[in-house]
């Protein structure tokens, strides 16, 4: 059974810094795109940043610069590394590994930004 915990969200001031963290278990890790959306009240769920198993990133305009997406498939684990964090960045954060015939996604970590 393949499962995805998030960690690393919380509450954190404008301007502000956070690491989320994905490990995946039941599954080999390097075979997928890895991904992490969002999804903040009200609104529909959007990609945020993924990344292919060699490296290549892909980046949402609205946090190109600010975040960074990473992975090590060695401990099957990928990461979003959030910098100038900004009110707005406040949502429900999934990570996702995507197949190319099935897709599984985390439970989610709440990462709130406000003064």
């Known amino acids: 059974q393949v499962q995805l915990v998030e960690s690393g969200g919380g509450l954190v001031q404008p301007g502000g810094s956070l690491r989320l963290s994905c490990t995946a278990s039941g599954t080999i890790f390097s075979l997928y795109v890895m991904g992490w959306y969002r999804q903040a009240p009200g609104k529909q769920r959007e990609l945020v940043a993924s990344?292919?198993?060699?490296?290549?990133?892909n980046y949402a305009d609205s946090v190109k610069g600010r975040f960074t997406i990473s992975r090590d498939n060695a401990k099957n684990t990928g990461y979003l590394q959030m910098n100038s964090l900004k009110p707005e960045d406040t949502a429900v954060y999934y990570c996702?590994?995507?197949?190319?015939?099935?897709?599984?996604w985390g439970q989610g970590t709440q990462v709130t930004v406000s003064s």
């Open positions: 990344i292919r198993s060699a490296g290549n990133t």
């Open positions: 996702n590994l995507i197949g190319t015939t099935i897709a599984y």
